[in-house]
């Protein structure tokens, strides 16, 4: 490239200066401006205050700068003949202070005496959005470190492999290994489980669905964990990221949920035998229809009560109580169910456990299932309100004719269910087939 003229090299020099990307300011040894660029100008907005001039560079400062100027900046120009990079804030006029990183140099002359110090002001705001960022990033990282230190829980971190690259005080206390004795080995030979020999290449394995992995497993010393794995997927491809793994200790859940067990295990024996005696006593007692029926009733108690200690007596589900009716009524060839999936509570499934039973009964010895060809609808709908209606539809059984009186099987249905469930019961005794209709919240 050919060489510029000299004064065309100036003129170049001069525009570089005063339309640089940063801020130049020139002072005497004493601090006082000689000269600062168009850049700097614009940044403090000096134009809109002509009556206000600014005669020393600590003016342009911010009330902490003009301090750490005095204190710092300008008594190291002397000494070391340089600034480097201090952080500091220009005042701007009629706007937000500006932070700017500032350096400096200082000019001698050949007898070595001060003739002028030469600053560069870069804009910040940037830098400082970076850096507040990056505090607190690093907050939340010393906030989680320190959870993780002091968590009861085992906290692991595994590659890819199964090899433990990280192993928390929590480990330590819950498996008797420091974390040197632990990194590097394989996470299922440090901990082992009595019925998941591989845990953790089984549960990694491709397939696997979900983002996280939950399950309990027993440990070799004979306590229970709940166990939670989730890749960290910070690096590496797919198939590659290491995982977090947490263990939390629930010997004392598992051995109360086995007690439990057990004792429903007992209560449910202890009421098939308290249902067999009465059984028993009514079939001695009573004649041979009364016994019949009272004792279909009593099973009826038996299926509602099955159904309740499923589900540890919290409650059941109402497809579950239909399904012992349709067994009652022949099959699903002959009840029809239609509907979502509805939770009872435990007083709700036992009454409506029974109102089935005596619905399915009076349909098997007058109503749609006394005949080959006849069967029940039963539709479940969930209302705006959130109540259910449960309907009940009888077609192609012998002509329905309205009942004279009430039989035990109507007084029942009615009286329980508007007692126990709050509900709104109908009969609507249609010649062409029997229908009956209970709304209710459940749960």
């Known amino acids: ?67 750490y100027y ?13 600034v480097r990079e201090i952080s500091c804030a220009l005042e701007v006029e009629g706007g937000p202070p500006l932070p700017v990183m500032l350096s400096g140099v200082a000019r001698r002359d050949a007898g070595g005496s001060f003739t002028r110090f030469d600053y560069t002001i870069f804009d910040a705001r940037e830098r400082r959005v970076y850096e507040e960022e990056l505090r607190h990033a690093q907050r939340e990282a010393d906030e989680l470190a320190a959870i993780v230190r002091s968590s009861p829980n ?25 974390a040197e004795a632990a990194l590097g080995r394989q996470v299922d030979k440090v901990i082992p489980f009595e019925d998941r020999p591989n845990w953790f290449t089984a549960s990694v ?34 198939g590659e990221e290491d995982w977090s793994v947490i263990l939390r200790d629930v010997s004392r859940r598992y051995a109360a949920e086995q ?36 004792v279909s009733r009593l099973q009826a108690l038996s299926q509602a009560h099955d159904a309740l200690t499923a589900t540890d007596g919290t409650g ?15 099959g699903a060839a002959r009840l029809h169910i239609n509907g979502p999936p509805v939770r009872l509570g435990a007083r709700q499934a036992t009454s409506l456990s029974m109102a089935l039973h005596e619905l399915v009964t009076n349909a098997l010895k007058y109503g749609a299932l006394s005949r080959a060809e006849g069967h029940v609808q039963v539709d479940l709908d969930i209302e705006d309100d959130g109540r259910l209606r449960l309907l009940w539809r009888e077609h192609g059984g012998p002509p329905v004719v309205p009942p004279t009186r009430r039989g035990f099987g109507t007084k029942m249905i009615g009286l329980v269910l508007k007692a126990e469930l709050g509900a709104e019961v109908s009969f609507d005794f249609d010649p062409s087939g029997f229908c009956f209709q209970v709304i209710f919240m459940p749960g």
């Not at 000689?34 to 342009?60: F, G, H, M, V």
């Not at 005095?70 to 340089?82: D, F, I, N």
């Not at 971190?157 to 819950?174: C, E, I, K, P, S």
């Not at 964990?225 to 690096?235: D, K, M, N, S």
């Open 1 to 67: 490239m050919a060489e510029l003229a000299q004064p065309r090299h100036l003129d170049v020099a001069a525009e570089l200066i005063e339309d640089a990307p940063c801020g130049i300011a020139v002072t005497d040894p004493d601090g006082r401006l000689q000269y600062i660029n168009a850049t700097l100008s614009n940044w403090l907005a000096l134009n809109a205050r002509p009556e206000r001039p600014r005669r020393r560079l600590s003016e342009l400062l911010t009330l902490p700068g003009r301090m």
């Open 316 to 330: 059941a589900e109402l497809h579950d109580l239909l399904d012992f009716a349709r067994r009652e009524a022949g």
């Open 205 to 238: 394995a491709p397939g696997c669905d979900g983002p996280e992995i939950l399950f309990e497993a027993v440990h070799g010393c004979g306590r229970a964990f709940e166990v939670t794995l989730a890749p960290i997927g910070e690096r590496g491809l797919p």
């Open 154 to 178: 085992a906290i692991l971190r595994v590659d890819a492999a199964g090899r433990v690259r990280r192993w928390n005080a929590g480990a330590t206390q819950l498996f008797g290994l420091d």
């Open 259 to 294: 007690h439990l067990r057990v004792m429903v295990d007992e209560m449910k024996h202890r009421v098939k035998n308290t249902l067999g005696v009465v059984s028993g006593i009514a079939r001695q007692s009573l004649g041979r229809d009364e016994a019949a029926q009272f």
């Open 70 to 82: 005095e204190t710092h900046m300008a008594p190291m120009m002397r000494l070391q003949g340089y």
